[in-house]
């Protein structure tokens, strides 16, 4: 088993979501969050002064997935999170040991 974490634009959400439902891969947990890559933020004039946006708003998209699934998945989730331009985000994959069904306490891959 592995766990797909994506950090993406929060405007490309919904098109994540639709590409992995479409596919299969309903089963997912946003979090809002605030993050800054190699371009370290923005900066911006308001009302005459310039200011600087240090962390922009993204989303953190987290799907546990068959270690089959791993590179169908990502693929997925970069086709659709992809824009071209700087900030479009990243993907990490990360082992994942073990899960559990709170409700009936089965344990392993059968749960996802």
Known sequence: MKMVVAIIRDSQLEAVKLALDEHGY???TVTDARGR???????QQYRGAEYEID??????VEVAVHAT???RVVDLIC???RTGEPGDGKVFVFPL???VRVRTGERGEGVL
């Open 79 to 81: 086709e659709a999170a």
């Open 97 to 99: 040991d073990d899960a």
């Open 69 to 71: 699934a791993v590179e």
């Open 26 to 28: 309903g089963s997912i």
């Open 37 to 43: 890559g190699e371009q370290r933020g923005l900066r």
């Open 55 to 60: 962390l922009l708003p993204r989303i953190r």
